[in-house]
């Protein structure tokens, strides 16, 4: 795994998530276009995380008034590409080097190609943000 680093934000909203949920994310990020904070938590965390009927993840929603996003960490890069642009369905994940760097090819069907890309990109710069942070890829391409 990559190290992550945090911003005083980031550490900020860690705290909090961890004291309404008792789950420890690994990493936070916050995007302030979209309004939404995503937190990565290992797979044991993830009920603690939610919490019954979504009971937690409402708590720190509205203590934070943004949207909240919770993707389950897998040390398998292939797992964890596929929890990060769910609800996209991935027929295949192919991971090449070219030039020294990690290139992750995601084969999707046609009809989800434009939601996984999204509008301007949004959603696979996300994607390969999210993932760059905690493997060793240095691209994502949607095929």
């Known amino acids: 795994m ?3 680093k945090l911003d ?4 900020r909203y860690i705290v909090l998530f ?3 949920t008792g ?6 990020m916050i995007d302030d276009e979209l309004n939404k904070v995503t937190f990565v938590v290992k797979s044991e965390d993830m009920g603690a995380a939610i919490g019954k009927s979504g009971d ?9 008034n943004k949207q909240i996003e919770i993707i389950e960490y897998s040390d398998d890069v292939r797992e964890f590409i596929e929890n990060v642009i769910q609800p996209v369905s991935i027929k295949n994940i192919n ?9 992750a090819y995601l084969n999707v069907s046609a009809g989800e190609r ?3 890309i999204g509008r301007g990109g949004r959603n696979i710069g996300r994607v390969k943000t ?10 994502v391409v949607i095929q």
Not at 130 to 139: A, F, K, L, T, W
């Open 18 to 20: 961890e004291q309404i």
């Open 95 to 103: 991971i090449e080097e070219k030039k020294g760097k990690h290139i």
């Open 130 to 139: 999210i993932v760059s942070r905690h493997h060793d890829i240095d691209e």
């Open 2 to 4: 990559s190290e992550v």
């Open 23 to 28: 789950a420890s994310p690994i990493d936070c």
């Open 56 to 64: 937690h993840v409402n708590r720190v929603k509205s203590m934070i």
């Open 114 to 116: 434009g939601f996984a």
């Open 8 to 11: 005083t934000d980031g550490m």
